[in-house]
């Protein structure tokens, strides 16, 4: 018999109380608590099937396998089906594999960066970064992988913002340089494409070749998705801008490789869990925090100085603006009030949170910030 169980998830804003380590400091609120229901059996879940937000319904353009080759029909059988929250079951993890969500479809980068940090990993793979979240968090795995910026295109701010949403801790990072490759259906040539698809990201990467086919451009969810579509409708006079592992589940030709701008264009990757790791002082680590200040003249210069007194090195800084509180208003006695963004700051630094250096910067950080909590102290990757 099925079951039916629902299962309710609270999150807060910069204001919450959070697991892991949390300062002093902490302003609590109370927010609405979202809802997804599962139902099923306990049958098991497939890594191999799309996990999508139940609210989020909307999956584009369908697809029609009859109108595949022969001889791609067998591999795009087997692809994965979209899943919603209300279609998840559940069975207990024997250990074997480490199951890592990611966003995307077999192929896609993320899931490549997730094979790099886990060779022999299960994926799962999801229709929405939050669904990614919400899959560990629901026990459907073990561990998510999360972009977070780009050399080419920088930061990636909505990820920034689902960190702080949801309870996950960095356990990793995985650094994976792209190598994007411009894929067809057999026996199609380059000056047979009147179209390319593909994340917005990878075909604004790779526009140099692109100009020179003079193809129009369409953006699509994300890399493997493309692959997917030209190879699962037949599509002749279109192409695909995916990797090379993508051509090989999708039954594509790859035409042109490396046909990025940049020869060197690396995405930062985070792997999250529900528990953190313990730190280490034997290797290089890297702790992650999110903070907020008192408005007033050199409170962010104050902040940094307390990792510089201490030669701690910070390998990134970004500024988001608070959500629930965007505006702060201040009196400024020589031009009467005043409204200033609320930000909230983003820190990466070199230290481990094992290493008194980083506990004595954080004690005294605590003294003028507002909020303060430990996202994750992990492992550097130092590999591409």
């Not at 079951?89 to 479809?105: H, Q, Y």
């Not at 795995?141 to 996950?168: F, M, T």
């Not at 140099?208 to 969810?221: K, P, S, Y």
Request: hydrophobic share 40%.
């Amino acid at each position: 018999m099925a079951l039916e169980c629902v299962a309710v998830l609270g999150w807060g804003d910069s204001g919450s109380s959070a697991s892991g380590l949390v300062f002093n400091g902490v302003r609590n609120s109370n927010r609405t608590p979202r809802k997804c229901v599962c139902r099923g059996g306990f049958s098991g879940l497939s890594g191999h099937s799309v996990i999508k937000s139940a609210d989020n319904q909307n999956t584009g353009k369908s697809s029609n396998v009859n109108d595949v080759p022969g001889k791609l029909c067998k591999d795009l059988i087997s692809l994965p089906k979209p899943l919603t929250v209300a279609d998840f079951t559940v069975t207990p993890n024997d250990g074997t594999k480490v199951r890592i969500s990611f966003k995307g479809l077999p192929g896609s980068f993320i899931e490549d960066a997730a094979l790099k940090a886990y060779p022999k990993c299960e994926t799962v793979p999801c229709d929405e970064f939050e669904d990614s979240f919400k899959a560990v968090e629901l026990w459907l795995a073990d561990k998510a992988v999360l972009p977070i910026e780009n050399s080419s295109s920088g930061s990636i701010h909505r990820n920034y913002d689902l960190l702080l949403r949801h309870r996950l801790h960095i356990v990793g990072e995985v650094q994976l340089a792209a190598n994007f490759c411009l894929l067809a259906l057999p026996g199609i040539k380059a000056d047979q494409l009147k179209r390319v698809l593909s994340h917005p990201q990878a075909l604004a990467s790779s526009d140099i070749v692109l100009t020179q086919l003079g193809v129009a451009r369409e953006n699509v969810d994300d890399t493997a998705s493309a692959a997917q579509y030209v190879a699962s409708n037949g599509l002749r006079d279109a192409g695909a801008v995916a990797s090379a592992r993508a051509a090989e589940i999708y039954g594509l030709n790859i035409l042109a490789d490396r046909i990025q701008d940049e020869p060197d264009n690396i995405t930062r990757f985070l792997v999250l869990a529900r528990d953190p790791i313990i730190p280490r002082t034997d290797k290089l680590f890297k702790t992650s925090i999110v903070f907020t200040l008192d408005e007033g003249p050199g409170v962010l210069f104050k902040a940094l100085a307390v990792f510089a007194l201490r030669e701690i090195n910070l390998t990134k800084i970004e500024s988001r603006p608070q959500r629930k509180r965007p505006l702060r208003v201040v009196d400024d006695s020589n031009t009467g009030t005043a409204k200033y963004f609320d930000y909230l700051f983003y820190i990466d630094f070199e230290a481990s949170m094992a290493d008194p250096r980083a506990q004595n910067a954080l004690g005294h950080l605590q003294e003028f910030a507002t909020f303060l909590r430990v996202l994750g102290c992990y492992p550097m990757d130092a590999t591409l």
